[in-house]
C-alpha cells in the first residue's frame, strides 16, 4: 500500500514537473535544479554565480529551506529575484517538490528571467526522486564531505549533469584523495561535468560560469 501511495506521489509530481519545464522553456528561462548535502557551500556558489552572470545574465532563484529565510536574504543582496520555500510549513519536508516550484513562478517577470535557479534542501537523498521541471541537475560536493558520497549515494550522482567539487582550497590541509572521487564520480555519473572550484578564493569558478552562460546563450 505504501509503495502504491509513493508511486502516486511522485506520477503527480511529474506531471506537474513537465508543466513547469513547458513554461520555462516557453519563456527560454534556462532551469538548473541545485542540490548537495548541508553545508557543501551550494548557497555561497551561488552567491558568486550569481554575482558573475549579472547584468548580463537575467538571474531569478528559488530557495528552499526547511527553516529560517537566512538564504534567500543572502541570495538576495546579489540583485537576482528571489523567493523563499519554507518546508517547515508542509511539515518539513526534506526536499522541494514541483508543486511548491509551480506555486511560486508566478512570483517572477518571467519574460524578464534567462535562468532560474532552484536551490534545493540540503540532502543528498531525497531529493533525488522528485523532478522539479529543470533542464538540468547540479550536484555540489565538497572536498570535506570524504571521497565516497558519490558511491555513498548514487542516485543523486546518477543524474546529475555536473558535479561541482567545492572547497578545493582546504586539499593542503585535509587528508582527502581528489584522484578516488574523480573516480567515483565517473562510476556513478560518467557522463557528468565536473568542475573542481572555490567558491571562497573563486578558483575554479571561472569555468563553471562560462560553462553555464555558453548553456544559457544556446537555449535563447
Not at 519545464?21 to 532551469?31: K, P, Q, V
Not at 572555490?198 to 544559457?216: C, I, N, P, Q
Request: with cysteine.
Amino acid at each position: 500500500m505504501e509503495i502504491k501511495v509513493l508511486e502516486e506521489v511522485l506520477a503527480a509530481n511529474e506531471l506537474i514537473a513537465r508543466e513547469i519545464n513547458a513554461l520555462l522553456s516557453e519563456n527560454r528561462i534556462f532551469g538548473v535544479n541545485m542540490m548537495s548535502s548541508p553545508g557543501s557551500g551550494k548557497t555561497t556558489i551561488l552567491e558568486k554565480t550569481i554575482e558573475a552572470l549579472m547584468p548580463e545574465v537575467n538571474v531569478g532563484v528559488i530557495a528552499g529551506d526547511v527553516a529560517t529565510t537566512r538564504d534567500a536574504e543572502r541570495l538576495s543582496e546579489h540583485n537576482a529575484s528571489v523567493i523563499q520555500i519554507d518546508t517547515d510549513t508542509f511539515g518539513g519536508a526534506c526536499h522541494l517538490e514541483a508543486q511548491w516550484v509551480k506555486r511560486a513562478l508566478p512570483t517572477f517577470d518571467l519574460k524578464k528571467l534567462d535562468v532560474l535557479f532552484i536551490e534545493n534542501i540540503g540532502n543528498l537523498i531525497c531529493p533525488s526522486g522528485y523532478n522539479l521541471g529543470e533542464h538540468i541537475k547540479v550536484v555540489v560536493v565538497s572536498v570535506t564531505e570524504g571521497e565516497d558520497k558519490p558511491i555513498k549515494y548514487p542516485a543523486i550522482f546518477s543524474m546529475a549533469h555536473v558535479v561541482l567539487v567545492n572547497k578545493i582550497d582546504l586539499l593542503p590541509h585535509l587528508d582527502f584523495d581528489i584522484v578516488k572521487l574523480r573516480a567515483h564520480i565517473n562510476n556513478v555519473a560518467a557522463n557528468s561535468i565536473v568542475f573542481e572550484l572555490s567558491a571562497r578564493s573563486d578558483e575554479g569558478m571561472d569555468k563553471w560560469v562560462e560553462w553555464l552562460k555558453l548553456r544559457v546563450k544556446e537555449f535563447k
